[in-house]
């Protein structure tokens, strides 16, 4: 590796990235693997499965979710996996894959929103980083999910999970939040309608250091599949 690591040290610059990272890492990425407690249901897992083969699908996102609990559940983990990826960092990508999942009221206002995050992190090491075709890493992990409250033309989904994020010049960083995202049946699929999030709860790190470094997360974390999406 040729390029010094940037490390983000000191408090304001820590917090600097956390500002940034807020309404994309936390608004668009958690939960994208739904999961009651620590596994999914069989129904909200079939759903799951089921993206890989639906017929329907927009900005490269599958669409055709069923209009029930599952459905809407399936269609939170589809519409936020699209948005766990280096790739919304461009502008275009952002902009069509929220156009594709939010309702036609909503999807300036989202667009809003995240445009300033986005644009800090692709200004940014990170940014920089993916740029220069070097490594990247961008995804998030679920935890648990819960259905608020749901009926055929609006579901309330809560997600809590966290977010990995880091370069070949940033240490990775796993970020803790949660999620509640407002679906309204729409044009025959489950659109977003809001979204809110923060930070947290985050647990307390129980695990002791042990040999591998930051840059052996980025190494491992490209060998990994997600156990959903493997065959």
């Given at each position: 590796m040729s390029r010094a690591?940037?490390?983000?040290?000191?408090t304001s610059r820590h917090n600097s990235l956390l500002l940034c990272f807020v309404p994309i890492a936390i608004a668009l990425a958690f939960g994208f693997l739904i999961g009651?407690?620590?596994?999914?249901?069989?129904?909200?897992?079939a759903a799951a499965h089921a993206n890989a083969s639906a017929a329907r699908t927009r900005a490269g996102i599958p669409i055709d979710f069923p209009r029930s609990r599952a459905g809407a559940a399936g269609a939170v983990a589809a519409y936020q996996r699209a948005f766990a990826s280096p790739s919304i960092l461009r502008a275009s990508v952002?902009?069509?894959?929220?156009?594709?999942?939010?309702?036609?009221?909503?999807?300036?206002?989202?667009?809003?929103a995240n445009?300033?995050?986005?644009?800090?992190?692709?200004?940014?090491?990170?940014g920089r980083d993916l740029a220069s075709g070097l490594k990247t890493l961008y995804s998030a992990v679920p935890i648990g999910y819960r259905v608020e409250s749901y009926s055929?033309?609006?579901?309330r989904i809560l997600?809590?999970?966290?977010?990995?994020?880091?370069?070949?010049?940033?240490?990775?960083?796993?970020?803790?939040?949660?999620?509640?995202?407002?679906?309204?049946?729409?044009e025959g699929q489950w659109k977003i309608a809001e979204t809110r999030a923060g930070f947290g709860p985050t647990p307390r790190l129980a695990t002791p250091p042990g040999p591998l470094g930051a840059y052996d997360v980025m190494s491992i974390a490209a060998q990994l599949k997600s156990y959903e999406l493997a065959p």
């Open positions: 690591p940037d490390r983000l040290s000191g009651r407690t620590t596994a999914p249901s069989p129904a909200v897992r952002m902009r069509e894959r929220i156009e594709a999942v939010a309702t036609s009221t909503y999807a300036k206002t989202m667009l809003t445009s300033p995050g986005r644009e800090r992190i692709a200004a940014g090491p990170i055929p033309w609006r579901a997600t809590w999970g966290f977010t990995l994020l880091g370069g070949a010049t940033v240490e990775p960083a796993a970020y803790f939040g949660l999620a509640h995202t407002e679906l309204a049946w729409s």
